[in-house]
T-cell receptor
Framework: DTEVTQTPKHLVMGMTNKKSLKCEQH?????MYWYKQKAKKPPELMFVYSYEKLSINESVPSRFSPECPNSSLLNLHLHALQPEDSALYLCASTTTGEDTQYFGPGTRLTVL | SQQGEEDPQALSIQEGENATMNCSYKTSINNLQWYRQNSGRGLVHLILIRSNEREKHSGRLRVTLDTSKKSSSLLITASRAADTASYFCVLPRAGGFKTIFGAGTRLFVKA
């Protein structure tokens, strides 16, 4: 199984809502990533978890809160987002020490 | 900061033609990757080339790496409409777990 799954595929939320994005992989990868991608731009790294611990936070605003409950799951909790946070949110995973990333299909988020 | 600069930004060709896109970077790297993104299959890893390799093939893809010029190229031979996508070169960053995507080349293959 070389698949990374993400739910939901689409999400529309208001600025006062709280929602969560979910990512799952069963490849035994111990590093998981969140990226944000705006239209016609490359993905930008947000967070990296390694062995369920937060390794990298690329100065992301606190209205984005990542969580790694176990080695297969990665969540991104959203609260009080702004319209400019509307984007495609991509999850990826790798084996530690390997650079090749496996990406999920993404969640397209719209903040009204 | 390190980021791949890709050239051209956009490319439109006929089916059957070859497509070449280039990536230049500033600081030494130990590997470079190419990824493809289209609406159908999302973001997919194509090929990884290490700094001690000069050329690598995968099907219709040929990647070269010139560390002296700090540049890489991706050649797609006999292109198909299904190759229509954005292609990104991706560089590693110091400290591990960090990868930086170039701005990408948008390829359009006309049937």
């Amino acid at each position: 199984d070389t698949e990374v799954t993400q739910t939901p595929k689409h999400l529309v939320m208001g600025m006062t809502n709280k929602k969560s994005l979910k990512c799952e992989q069963h490849m035994g990868h111990r590093a998981m990533y969140w990226y944000k991608q705006k239209a016609k731009k490359p993905p930008e790294l947000m967070f990296v978890y390694s062995y369920e611990k937060l390794s990298i936070n690329e100065s992301v605003p606190s209205r984005f809160s990542p969580e790694c409950p176990n080695s297969s799951l990665l969540n991104l909790h959203l609260h009080a987002l702004q319209p400019e946070d509307s984007a495609l949110y991509l999850c990826a995973s790798t084996t530690t020490g390997e650079d090749t990333q496996y990406f999920g299909p993404g969640t397209r988020l719209t903040v009204l | 900061s390190q980021q791949g600069e890709e050239d051209p930004q956009a490319l439109s060709i006929q089916e059957g033609e070859n497509a070449t896109m280039n990536c230049s970077y500033k600081t030494s790297i130990n590997n470079l990757q190419w990824y493809r993104q289209n609406s159908g299959r999302g973001l997919v890893h194509l090929i990884l080339i290490r700094s001690n390799e000069r050329e690598k093939h995968s099907g219709r893809l040929r990647v070269t790496l010139d560390t002296s010029k700090k540049s890489s190229s991706l050649l797609i031979t006999a292109s198909r409409a299904a190759d229509t996508a954005s292609y990104f070169c991706v560089l590693p960053r110091a400290g591990g777990f960090k990868t930086i995507f170039g701005a990408g080349t948008r390829l359009f293959v006309k049937a």
